[in-house]
């Protein structure tokens, strides 16, 4: 009996703590700038678009000993940093934030939630989940039963936002792509790549664009391969993991990206590696 009162107690100590760092956060960062300097990382950084009617974005940082996820909305057109109107953190390094996810209790609410996948890309219960205040620009921790998939998002190609994709996940009752069946009358095939971070506004300097497998088209196969891309200093690619995607796109799309070229990146004046996702997506376009 007092091992199990310890054993709570502790648990409570520790539940305790991890919302007091969550509060701190909030208190240091909420209404300021992603832009600060005690903000910034040499680690993973990304954006989604959440809600293009209010132009608000969920902006991904890890900053090593936490991972972060913020609300940012703009102040002025153009705006490039914006201001942090909420943030949620996990301290636990080897949990990773999902942003495909489906709360049933909530259907039409974008969510997102928190995982350990050790590489496997099945659809999996969120270990935390919190539901996105689109009105209040928060979240709002859930305890309900959230579903979420490993699939990448290329919204910001069609002009769709994490908004839509909810609606989506809501019709299907499920999170996930949901790509139309190809008919007889679509055109030829059509390969679009996303790339994460301060690259995807960069020009590729060598390299060339993933080619349509003549196998896909055949068979009026679309999708989206996810890919986990590092490049060294001087822009070259040191390694390509395919995170989830088919089979016949992902081998496609590595032969591609391995030989890609970019300018270096630099911070501080000094060329840094590079760490970051690359979507690939394989579509066969309109008659």
């Known amino acids: 009996m007092n091992q199990l009162r310890t054993a709570a107690l502790l648990f409570g100590l520790l539940a ?35 809600d293009k009617e209010q132009d608000l974005t969920l902006l ?25 109107r909420d943030a949620v953190q996990i301290t636990h390094l080897t949990k990773d934030f999902e942003f495909r996810c489906f709360d ?41 039963k959230v579903t979420c998939t490993a699939e990448g998002w290329d919204g910001e190609d069609d002009g769709s936002d ?23 009358t679509q055109g030829p095939p059509v390969v679009r790549v ?27 196969i679309i999708g989206t391969v996810e890919l986990h891309v590092v490049f060294e200093k001087d822009g070259t690619v040191r390694q ?18 391995r030989h890609w070229k970019y300018p270096p990146t630099m911070r501080n004046g000094t060329p840094v590696e590079v760490d970051t996702l690359v979507f690939v997506t394989f579509a066969l376009s309109g008659p």
């Open 60 to 84: 991904y940082r890890d900053l090593s000993a936490v991972k972060v996820v913020m609300i940012i909305e703009p102040t002025s057109p153009g705006d490039h940093c914006g201001v942090i």
């Open 16 to 50: 305790a703590t991890g919302a007091a760092q969550a509060q701190d956060f909030k208190q240091r960062f909420v209404a300021k700038t992603p832009c600060a300097p005690d903000l910034q990382s040499e680690f993973s950084d990304f954006s989604l678009r959440l």
């Open 162 to 184: 994490l908004v839509d994709a909810a609606k989506k996940y809501a019709a299907h009752g499920r999170p996930g792509q949901f790509e139309s069946e190809p008919s007889d």
């Open 240 to 257: 390509v993991d395919v995170v989830s995607g088919h089979a016949l796109f992902a081998q496609a799309a590595v032969d591609a990206v």
């Open 104 to 144: 049933p209790q909530a259907p039409t609410d974008v969510i997102i939630g928190t995982s350990i996948r050790k590489g496997s890309t099945r659809p999996v219960t969120a270990i935390d989940a919190w539901r996105i205040d689109l009105e209040k620009q928060k979240f709002i921790e859930t305890r309900d």
């Open 194 to 220: 996303r790339i994460e971070g301060g690259l995807r506004k960069a020009k590729l300097l060598e390299g060339f664009l993933p080619r349509y497998p003549e196998e896909a088209v055949k068979n009026k």
